[in-house]
């Protein structure tokens, strides 16, 4: 078992930037790909960004490609994901999780989540 807490978020201006952290504990944390969804009020969680084992391997999605950074410290079994340029369309609560794979693209490839921390972009 994996627990995942999240924090980092709040309410920002267009333009602005935020870090999320992602505190893992129980199980060793590398040995776990790592991703960021999020999901904003009435529609899918969908992906953003996701790293693996190590650290060396990145993806993002295309909406936040240049804008947001996702890294890893495994010695400190935390995760982050720094958002600049943030934009309205960013708003909704975001998830960190955690995969028994490399790494992955998709919701189903993630075996555990953590709560959610609330991003807001006002315009």
């Known amino acids: 078992q994996v627990q995942l807490v999240e924090s980092g978020g709040g309410l920002v201006q267009a333009g602005g930037s935020l870090r999320l952290s992602c505190a893992a504990s129980g199980r060793t944390f590398s040995n776990y790909g790592a991703g960021w969804f999020r999901q904003a009020p009435g529609k899918e969680r969908e992906f953003v960004a996701a790293i693996g084992w190590s650290g060396g391997n990145t993806y993002y999605a295309d909406s936040v490609k240049g804008r947001f950074t996702i890294s890893r410290d495994n010695a400190k079994n935390t995760m982050y994901l720094q958002m600049n340029s943030l934009k309205p369309e960013d708003t909704a609560v975001y998830y960190c999780?955690?995969?028994?794979?490399?790494?992955?693209?998709?919701?189903?490839?993630?075996?555990?989540w953590g709560q959610g921390t609330q991003v807001t972009v006002s315009s």
């Open positions: 999780a955690a995969s028994q794979r490399l790494w992955g693209l998709s919701k189903a490839e993630y075996d555990y």
